[in-house]
T-cell receptor
């Protein structure tokens, strides 16, 4: 069985602070894929990043960075110098490489960035 | 045209009504999905269609009936729903490949059953 845990239900920060969103996953598959999505108030889930299980390189994209650690089954997401527009619900998700195409989502972390 | 479009955006229906949700993708993808997002649960997969065939049905009650007439369109037919079915219904599409590719989502239909 697969599972994604986002223990932080809600985080509130002040603009320009850095914030890290935690994600811990469980799977017995050796091939799997990890994703982060952002859900603004409009409702649509916006794809942010995909990582496969063979690539543990961390990634940086502008103010966003991701830290993938297989040893701790974690795929954490950091926003540097947060902005009000970053306010949204962020979901971590998992899919496995064989057969199952769909995503298993965590429960999401609501991020509020105060001006 | 945006990648994945869902209509209507909002729907209020009585428990005896029949309605349909529509999803259209303009990305040339070959797989489509219905997810349900309710207030107290994580996003739940409902159905998966690959090349217009239903390949996954995640124990969804029969009052929800999907239809995929072609690779660009996906419907969710609703009948005799219950108030607990009130939720945001999200459609997504992706391109099947040997690995897993990211899914692109529509903005959802906010359904209220009264």
């Amino acid at each position: 069985a697969q599972k994604v845990t986002q223990a932080q239900t809600e985080i509130s920060v002040v603009e320009k602070e850095d914030v890290t969103l935690d994600c811990v996953y469980e799977t017995r598959d050796t091939t799997y894929y990890l994703f982060w999505y952002k859900q603004p108030p409009s409702g649509e889930l916006v794809f942010l990043i995909r990582r496969n299980s063979f690539d543990e390189q961390n990634e940086i994209s502008g103010r966003y960075s991701w830290n993938f650690q297989k040893s701790t089954s974690s795929f954490n997401f950091t926003i540097t110098a947060s902005q009000v527009v970053d306010s949204a619900v962020y979901f971590c998700a998992l899919s496995t490489g064989t057969g199952r195409r769909a995503l298993t989502f965590g429960s999401g972390t609501r991020l509020q960035v105060q001006p | 045209e945006t990648g994945v479009t869902q209509t209507p955006r909002h729907l209020v229906m009585g428990m005896t009504n029949k309605k349909s949700l529509k999803c259209e993708q303009h990305l040339g993808h070959n797989a489509m999905y219905w997810y349900k997002q309710s207030a107290k649960k994580p996003l739940e997969l409902m159905f998966v269609y690959s090349l217009e065939e239903r390949v996954e049905n995640n124990s969804v009650p029969s009052r929800f009936s999907p239809e995929c007439p072609n690779s660009s369109h996906l419907f969710l037919h609703l009948h005799t729903l219950q108030p607990e079915d009130s939720a945001l219904y999200l459609c997504a599409s992706s391109q099947e490949s040997r690995g897993s590719t990211e899914a692109f989502f529509g903005q959802g239909t906010r359904l209220t059953v009264v």
